[in-house]
């Protein structure tokens, strides 16, 4: 079945009282039962049914089902947000004295979440350019548990060759985990190009159009869980299960980090126009791009979409024609950058991606801010730079508004 036909057609596990044909909003913290012995029975996990909606809750796992359906992984956990979501696996996954390996080139509060947070917790992270993928194998010792990548870098937007990195965590026996927020399924198979564990943040493009916070992890199926000392035990007894039992019965219902079934039913709903949205976003975004490229006040166009673009060919192998709806360019100055995004009237100055309107951003003075100027330039994080987000609008109305505004900038 095609990707929207399974969105749409993913059945209820227990067929709704009312024959609803939307999953309903199930806004309700417990669930009670006709016995004891049924409650004890749920509780030890011998019965299949919804207790407490931190742990489990209809809405949120329908929403679960719908992902798992379409990208034919081994399971899903649905959480309150795409930082979330990288948290909870990397407590399940790694522990103190353990590393991962990943680049300096990553969305910045996954770096300060690495740098910042878990840490002081004892786990090591050591950077490395995984545009290079022979660096990687020098990284890699007994205490290596992952490879963490992002499949478009925000806002580097690198693109690294993820059978290749794939091919090398096999070679490890570690996990290879990328977070797909810029290229979220329907516009990549991750288990395709060989990524164990896939996050992301639902808040962008599945949430159809800036509705809510949410995130997901999506277990592929192919990481043998023995392989990693910390849940061997786990893997024992639950097999290819292991990760997600190892989260719903302990650390995601531990950290709490539960998205509302509220969040869940408008997820769901962005879901089933996903990829009409992605469609229709992606090729504005190559549109622009090639605009950008031939106007002569800027100075520097970045879009792993653009046959110019270094990254064009992975891209293409790993994205088809659809390198997401984010792109960066250069002006001569942050000078120049302001006055470009002062004088839009279309697209919106904010923060975030994928929303149905085109945002931007100059990502140097807002969610890079806290870094140092040396940082910054080792994560090529330029004065320089604008981030567009692309959104659905008339391309026509866009592209009027760039050059509008370009005029405005000397
Ligand atoms: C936004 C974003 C996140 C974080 O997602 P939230 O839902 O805001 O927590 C993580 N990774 C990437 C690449 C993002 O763009």
Redesign the pocket.
């Known amino acids: 079945m095609n990707f929207i036909t399974k969105i749409l057609n993913t059945k209820f596990i227990r067929k709704d009282p009312h024959g609803s044909l939307h999953m309903p909003v199930y806004d309700s913290v417990a669930f009670e039962f006709d016995s004891s012995e049924d409650l004890a029975l749920a509780f030890e996990g011998k019965k299949l049914a919804h207790t407490y909606s931190r742990i489990t809750n209809p809405t949120i796992e329908y929403f679960e089902q719908q992902i798992k359906a379409a990208t034919s992984s081994q399971g899903v956990v649905a959480v309150s947000?795409?930082?979330?979501a990288?948290t909870n696996l990397l407590m399940t996954v790694t522990q103190a004295g353990d590393n991962i390996i990943t680049t300096k080139h990553l969305?910045g509060?996954?770096y300060s979440l690495l740098e910042k947070t878990l840490k002081p917790f004892g786990l090591e992270v050591k950077y490395t350019d995984l545009t290079n993928t022979l660096e990687i194998e020098k990284l890699i010792d007994s205490k290596t548990k992952a490879v963490f990548l992002?499949t478009i870098t925000?806002p580097q937007l690198e693109v690294s060759d993820i059978e290749a990195i794939s091919k090398v965590a096999k070679d490890n026996n570690i996990l290879l985990i990328a977070?797909t927020?810029?290229t979220p399924p329907y516009l990549f198979n991750s288990k395709k190009y060989g990524v164990d564990v896939e996050v992301?943040?639902?808040?962008?493009y599945i949430s159809g159009g800036a509705t809510s916070?949410?995130?997901l992890i999506i277990d592929n199926g192919t990481y043998n869980w023995n392989k990693n000392d910390n849940l061997a035990a786990d893997a024992r007894k639950y097999g290819p299960f292991t990760l997600v039992t190892k989260l719903k019965r302990e650390v995601y219902r531990n950290l709490g980090a539960s998205l509302s079934p509220h969040n869940a039913y408008l997820q769901s709903l962005g879901l089933e126009t996903l990829a009409l949205r992605a469609d229709r976003s992606c090729a504005n975004t190559l549109k622009v791009a090639e605009y950008l490229e031939k106007h002569h006040k800027v100075q520097n166009i970045n879009y792993p979409g653009l046959e110019s673009s270094k990254y064009f060919k992975i891209a293409k192998k790993q994205f088809g024609h659809k390198a997401g709806a984010l792109l960066t360019f250069d002006l001569e100055s942050k000078d120049s950058c302001f006055k470009f995004m002062d004088n839009l009237k279309i697209i919106r100055r904010t923060t975030n991606?994928n929303d149905n309107k085109t945002l931007v951003l100059h990502p140097a003075s807002t969610i890079f801010c806290e870094y140092t100027e040396e940082l910054k330039k080792e994560m090529n994080v330029r004065e320089t730079m604008i981030r567009l987000a692309v959104g659905i609008e008339g391309i026509e109305d866009l592209l009027k508004d760039i050059s509008n505004a370009l005029e405005a900038v000397k």
């Open positions: 947000s795409g930082m979330a990288i969305f509060n996954t992002e925000n977070d927020t810029i992301l943040s639902s808040t962008k916070v949410g995130g991606l």
